[in-house]
């Protein structure tokens, strides 16, 4: 029986440390833009609204070649990272999770915006007429009232990086260890001819997205049914 | 005549001088606001007092949720000033706006609006916690007991009635030691039966709390038992303000407030009659009989006299029916909601009545201005 090798099992710690690392970035960056999308009457409400579900539509490649272009030494993201002192992020660790967490920015807000707007305006009056400020009311209203939706947000970012693959072949490559995910992996796996390891890898991939699924569905059904 | 007319003018006014006497200086509410949205505009200029239950009262659509927001600063009117008991919440002028969370106000919403999240108790807590311990003036126990939910604290608000929840609302809502409590049509989301579960509460609430209240209702019986005083509101507009039974007794409302006129009468409850299985409840100028009622002597109770239940006789008829007949000096008539009808206001020594009457009985018994009448009261509507 043909198991993982090390270098397999590399992929696998990566894939799993940056969709980590993404998933909470994206929880960090994606609750206020959710709120603000959630809670606006401003007329910039559609074209950013627009912007974050881009890559809903996007070919990964279009995404992964302009992120390239701007992180790159010439870029205006590459310009100032180079002028901090960071050198450039392609073919890096953190550039891909910068490319990620524009990739999997959508599967984070929209949830979380459904979330905020099924809670309404009145839980919030309520809890200001009951002396709770703007952020004390966010931790001690919203937040509890929103967690199926950070939950929904937290499963779809993390599943949807573990499971992208043109993005980082264009913004990190194929660097071992380094920037070397598991759906690269395969691909590599396939281009070599080693099918039987890509079954191994493939495999996992489908239980993986299938539990993360039936989680969610069966964690949404119990919730509906709490009403 | 006109000198009688004139003479009773100046004495409801009289009234009305009175309690602006007592909303003057520091205590009380002023509230101006403008505020307008594509097809609606409040513009409301409100004095009341510092104390008691005030009404506001009108149909849907008249602003007096509106205006509640506005006190309640949930809602930014455009042209501002309110100033509670001395303190400025809001003044647009000086560019003042106290933010909700900062004003000492206990809001109760038209559907309980408990947190889903919480407990009853862990929903009583939310406000109270948040209030400083030094400036904590209803103690736990009180209004746990006032409203009678001690034995839901460990409830989810999912398992609870609808009355129930407006309870632990107004319970959750006092237990900030609210310098105002703002009431938007508390009994509104209930059914009759709930309703008559809370109207009690409220009763005790007014009797046994120091808080002001503004209570927006459009119910004609909710206001006339729980309010002291009253706010008309119209199309976003003050039709009148002033003390409840002076105010509900003005003829020169538009119709939709004269429609269902009445008055309401303060009472004691003076004597009961085993015999006949009758009460005896008086006020200043008379007295009406109505079935035995449950409460001691002495008890105050208020009741409502719809115009439509109020006729007029020239002399006092004894070979009647109707056991309750005031004598009364009619003081203006004005045309009714149907041109058929139309509405005398009465004083009976001191309590106002209204009659509605056909216009045919008024010229055939040439009703007029300062006419020493009879009325007869064919039914009382006791409120409590």
């Given at each position: 029986m043909l198991s993982l090798d090390s270098i397999d099992l590399a992929a696998i710690g990566l894939t799993l440390k940056l969709a980590t690392v993404t998933t909470v970035l994206l929880l960090a960056i994606g609750t206020p833009i959710a709120w603000w999308l959630a809670r606006t009457r401003s007329r910039l409400k559609g074209p950013i609204g627009a912007v974050v579900a881009l890559p809903l539509v996007l070919p990964p490649t279009v995404l992964g070649f302009y992120l390239l272009v701007a992180m790159g030494p010439n870029g205006f993201v590459g310009q100032l990272t180079q002028s901090l002192g960071l050198g450039t992020l392609p073919f890096t660790f953190a550039g891909l999770v910068v490319a990620s967490v524009f990739y999997s920015m959508p599967f984070v807000v929209q949830p979380l915006q459904n979330a905020f707007e099924a809670i309404g305006e009145r839980p919030l009056e309520v809890a200001a007429t009951l002396r709770a400020g703007p952020w004390d009311t966010f931790f001690s209203v919203v937040l509890p009232l929103s967690k199926p939706g950070f939950v929904t947000a937290g499963i779809l970012g993390f599943a949807h990086t573990v499971g992208e693959f043109g993005v980082v072949l264009m913004i990190g490559g194929n660097i071992p260890e380094k920037t070397r995910v598991v759906s690269v992996q395969i691909y590599d796996h396939v281009e070599a001819m080693e099918y039987a390891q890509a079954h191994w890898l493939a495999g996992g991939m489908l239980v993986f997205s299938f539990l993360v699924l039936l989680a969610l569905y069966t964690s949404r059904l119990k919730h509906n049914w709490r009403g | 005549m006109i000198g009688e007319a004139e003479i009773l003018v100046a004495m409801s006014e009289c009234a009305g001088e009175e309690r602006l006497v007592a909303t003057e200086g520091r205590v009380g509410i002023h509230a101006r606001f403008r505020v307008g949205y594509p097809g609606f505009a409040l513009d409301v200029d409100l004095r009341l007092p510092g104390r008691g239950v005030t009404a506001l009262f009108g149909h849907s659509g008249s602003g007096k949720t509106t205006c509640l927001r506005c006190v309640a600063g949930l809602e930014s009117a455009d042209m501002g000033v309110l100033e509670v008991n001395g303190e400025l919440w809001q003044d647009s002028a000086r560019g003042v706006f106290v933010p909700t969370h900062r004003r000492s106000l206990g809001y109760v919403f038209q559907e309980a609006?408990?947190?889903?999240?919480?407990?009853v108790r862990r929903n009583l807590e939310f406000g109270m916690k948040r209030v400083a311990a030094a400036t904590r003036r209803v103690a736990w126990d009180q209004a746990v007991d006032l409203l009678g939910i001690e034995s839901l604290l460990d409830r989810m608000p999912e398992r609870l009635s609808g009355g129930e929840r407006q309870r632990v609302g107004i319970a959750r809502a006092l237990l900030t030691s609210p310098r105002l409590l703002l009431m938007d049509e508390p009994l509104a989301a209930l059914d009759l039966k709930r309703k008559h579960e809370i109207l009690p509460y409220l009763e005790r609430l007014h009797d046994e709390l120091e808080i002001p209240v503004l209570y927006v209702s459009h119910s004609p019986d909710e206001v006339a038992r729980l309010a002291d005083h009253v706010v008309l509101l119209d199309q976003g507009r003050v039709v009148a303000q002033g003390g409840l039974v002076a105010t509900l007794a003005?003829?020169?409302?538009?119709t939709a407030f004269t429609e269902d006129a009445g008055v309401v009468v303060e009472s004691v409850i003076a004597e009961h009659d085993e015999h006949y299985h009758l009460s005896r409840l008086d006020f200043p100028g008379g007295n009406v009989l109505v079935a035995r009622r449950p409460e001691a002597i002495g008890h105050r109770l208020r009741f409502r006299v719809h115009a439509r239940d109020v006729s007029l006789a020239e002399s006092r008829n004894e070979n009647s029916s109707i056991t309750n007949l005031l004598p009364a000096v009619v003081c203006e008539v004005v045309t009714a909601d149907t041109p058929a009808h139309v509405l005398v206001r009465l004083d009976a020594g001191g309590t106002p009545l209204i009659a509605r009457i056909t216009r045919r009985s008024c010229d055939q018994l040439g009703i007029v201005a300062g006419r020493q009448m009879w009325a007869q009261i064919k039914a009382v509507a006791l409120l409590g």
């Amino acid at each position: 029986m043909l198991s993982l090798d090390s270098i397999d099992l590399a992929a696998i710690g990566l894939t799993l440390k940056l969709a980590t690392v993404t998933t909470v970035l994206l929880l960090a960056i994606g609750t206020p833009i959710a709120w603000w999308l959630a809670r606006t009457r401003s007329r910039l409400k559609g074209p950013i609204g627009a912007v974050v579900a881009l890559p809903l539509v996007l070919p990964p490649t279009v995404l992964g070649f302009y992120l390239l272009v701007a992180m790159g030494p010439n870029g205006f993201v590459g310009q100032l990272t180079q002028s901090l002192g960071l050198g450039t992020l392609p073919f890096t660790f953190a550039g891909l999770v910068v490319a990620s967490v524009f990739y999997s920015m959508p599967f984070v807000v929209q949830p979380l915006q459904n979330a905020f707007e099924a809670i309404g305006e009145r839980p919030l009056e309520v809890a200001a007429t009951l002396r709770a400020g703007p952020w004390d009311t966010f931790f001690s209203v919203v937040l509890p009232l929103s967690k199926p939706g950070f939950v929904t947000a937290g499963i779809l970012g993390f599943a949807h990086t573990v499971g992208e693959f043109g993005v980082v072949l264009m913004i990190g490559g194929n660097i071992p260890e380094k920037t070397r995910v598991v759906s690269v992996q395969i691909y590599d796996h396939v281009e070599a001819m080693e099918y039987a390891q890509a079954h191994w890898l493939a495999g996992g991939m489908l239980v993986f997205s299938f539990l993360v699924l039936l989680a969610l569905y069966t964690s949404r059904l119990k919730h509906n049914w709490r009403g | 005549m006109i000198g009688e007319a004139e003479i009773l003018v100046a004495m409801s006014e009289c009234a009305g001088e009175e309690r602006l006497v007592a909303t003057e200086g520091r205590v009380g509410i002023h509230a101006r606001f403008r505020v307008g949205y594509p097809g609606f505009a409040l513009d409301v200029d409100l004095r009341l007092p510092g104390r008691g239950v005030t009404a506001l009262f009108g149909h849907s659509g008249s602003g007096k949720t509106t205006c509640l927001r506005c006190v309640a600063g949930l809602e930014s009117a455009d042209m501002g000033v309110l100033e509670v008991n001395g303190e400025l919440w809001q003044d647009s002028a000086r560019g003042v706006f106290v933010p909700t969370h900062r004003r000492s106000l206990g809001y109760v919403f038209q559907e309980a609006s408990l947190f889903p999240h919480l407990s009853v108790r862990r929903n009583l807590e939310f406000g109270m916690k948040r209030v400083a311990a030094a400036t904590r003036r209803v103690a736990w126990d009180q209004a746990v007991d006032l409203l009678g939910i001690e034995s839901l604290l460990d409830r989810m608000p999912e398992r609870l009635s609808g009355g129930e929840r407006q309870r632990v609302g107004i319970a959750r809502a006092l237990l900030t030691s609210p310098r105002l409590l703002l009431m938007d049509e508390p009994l509104a989301a209930l059914d009759l039966k709930r309703k008559h579960e809370i109207l009690p509460y409220l009763e005790r609430l007014h009797d046994e709390l120091e808080i002001p209240v503004l209570y927006v209702s459009h119910s004609p019986d909710e206001v006339a038992r729980l309010a002291d005083h009253v706010v008309l509101l119209d199309q976003g507009r003050v039709v009148a303000q002033g003390g409840l039974v002076a105010t509900l007794a003005r003829l020169d409302l538009p119709t939709a407030f004269t429609e269902d006129a009445g008055v309401v009468v303060e009472s004691v409850i003076a004597e009961h009659d085993e015999h006949y299985h009758l009460s005896r409840l008086d006020f200043p100028g008379g007295n009406v009989l109505v079935a035995r009622r449950p409460e001691a002597i002495g008890h105050r109770l208020r009741f409502r006299v719809h115009a439509r239940d109020v006729s007029l006789a020239e002399s006092r008829n004894e070979n009647s029916s109707i056991t309750n007949l005031l004598p009364a000096v009619v003081c203006e008539v004005v045309t009714a909601d149907t041109p058929a009808h139309v509405l005398v206001r009465l004083d009976a020594g001191g309590t106002p009545l209204i009659a509605r009457i056909t216009r045919r009985s008024c010229d055939q018994l040439g009703i007029v201005a300062g006419r020493q009448m009879w009325a007869q009261i064919k039914a009382v509507a006791l409120l409590g």
